[in-house]
């Protein structure tokens, strides 16, 4: 079991150049990405992309991406020769009208624009490859801090079942017994008010049955039982596991409310409040769950 939090970052340096990369990542229904690259990387978000996906299934990450160019000569010098002889023809056109033509070489190479500098372009392969890198080794951490903050998840849900269990035992054994309370109550009262008239018992045993099948929720406890059997098994599971525990809650939610529709019991009443208080603990806990 892994939670969707948790923070990574990777660090790859090579070929005089270094790459670094951050994630943070935060509760979401699906995987969700968030990638900022400098400019001259865009090409780099499909790799990326690819990458996260196998990594993660679920959660908002943001990735932050920093990448450094040390190159010592990454700089070279662009010689203009076409206007370089544009002009030393000049210098020769002046001589035909009777000027000394004294331009040199180094003062040509003085002139505006004969001489620039310009960087020369980056690799994208060796860039791609310090990325991908990098990425690999946010991930990794990532993945680390999300299993480690999976194992208190696990922990504190797998108790919460069992709490939620040993609920669902106590309306079990209470369940029967308010049938027979409610037939003695329901006798008693015919009795006080009928007084010197005698008892329908059969009227009295049809209403008993009746309350005993409108009451009955032996279906409801075999259902809990089974979900949260159903719960423990998933939870076993490798994987993206919140959305199955999710939808798993919701129906552990949704028999504990129809046994408590049922209930015409104090007791048993207070047990069904318990009981969803523990399901409502267990559904904030899932979703952190990845």
């Given at each position: 079991?892994?939670?969707?939090?948790?923070?990574?970052?990777?660090?790859?340096?090579?070929?005089?150049?270094?790459?670094?990369i951050e994630m943070k990542a935060v509760n979401h229904r699906a995987l969700d990405l968030?990638?900022?690259?400098?400019?001259?990387?865009?090409?780099?978000?499909?790799?990326?992309?690819?990458?996260?996906?196998?990594?993660?299934?679920?959660?908002?990450?943001?990735?932050?991406?920093?990448?450094?160019?040390?190159?010592?000569?990454?700089?070279?010098?662009?010689?203009?020769?076409?206007?370089?002889?544009?002009?030393?023809?000049?210098?020769?056109?002046?001589?035909e009208i009777g000027f000394a033509n004294d331009i040199t070489a180094s003062q040509v190479?003085?002139?505006?624009?004969?001489?620039?500098?310009?960087?020369e372009a980056d690799n994208d392969e060796i860039i791609a490859s310090l990325i991908e890198?990098?990425?690999?080794?946010?991930?990794?951490?990532?993945?680390?801090?999300?299993?480690?903050?999976?194992?208190?998840?696990?922990?504190?849900?797998?108790?919460?079942?069992?709490?939620?269990?040993?609920?669902?035992?106590?309306?079990?054994?209470?369940?029967?017994?308010?049938?027979?309370?409610?037939?003695?109550?329901?006798?008693?009262?015919?009795?006080?008010?009928?007084?010197?008239?005698?008892?329908?018992?059969?009227?009295?045993?049809?209403?008993?049955?009746?309350?005993?099948?409108?009451?009955?929720?032996?279906?409801?406890?075999?259902?809990?039982?089974?979900?949260?059997?159903?719960?423990?098994?998933?939870?076993?599971?490798?994987?993206?596991?919140?959305?199955?525990?999710?939808?798993?809650?919701?129906?552990?939610?949704?028999?504990?409310?129809?046994?408590?529709?049922?209930?015409?019991?104090?007791?048993?009443?207070?047990?069904?409040?318990?009981?969803?208080?523990?399901?409502?603990?267990?559904?904030?806990?899932?979703?952190?769950?990845?």
């Open positions: 079991m892994r939670s969707m939090t948790g923070y990574g970052k990777g660090v790859a340096e090579g070929y005089e150049r270094k790459a670094t968030i990638i900022k690259l400098p400019r001259g990387l865009a090409f780099c978000e499909d790799i990326l992309r690819k990458i996260l996906s196998e990594y993660f299934f679920r959660g908002h990450l943001e990735v932050y991406c920093n990448y450094e160019d040390n190159r010592l000569n990454k700089e070279k010098i662009i010689f203009d020769k076409g206007l370089a002889m544009q002009f030393l023809e000049l210098g020769k056109q002046l001589e190479l003085r002139m505006p624009d004969v001489l620039r500098t310009e960087e890198k990098a990425a690999r080794e946010a991930c990794e951490k990532l993945v680390g801090m999300r299993k480690h903050e999976g194992e208190m998840l696990y922990k504190d849900i797998s108790a919460r079942f069992d709490n939620l269990e040993k609920i669902v035992k106590n309306i079990e054994k209470r369940a029967p017994g308010i049938s027979v309370a409610y037939g003695e109550k329901l006798e008693e009262r015919m009795k006080e008010a009928l007084k010197d008239y005698s008892l329908d018992e059969t009227r009295l045993y049809n209403e008993i049955a009746f309350f005993v099948d409108r009451s009955n929720i032996d279906e409801e406890i075999a259902r809990l039982n089974g979900h949260i059997e159903h719960g423990r098994k998933i939870m076993a599971q490798e994987g993206s596991i919140g959305e199955a525990l999710d939808f798993l809650a919701q129906e552990l939610m949704r028999e504990a409310n129809t046994t408590g529709s049922k209930s015409n019991d104090l007791e048993l009443t207070r047990y069904v409040l318990d009981a969803k208080n523990e399901i409502k603990k267990i559904k904030e806990q899932i979703q952190n769950v990845e």
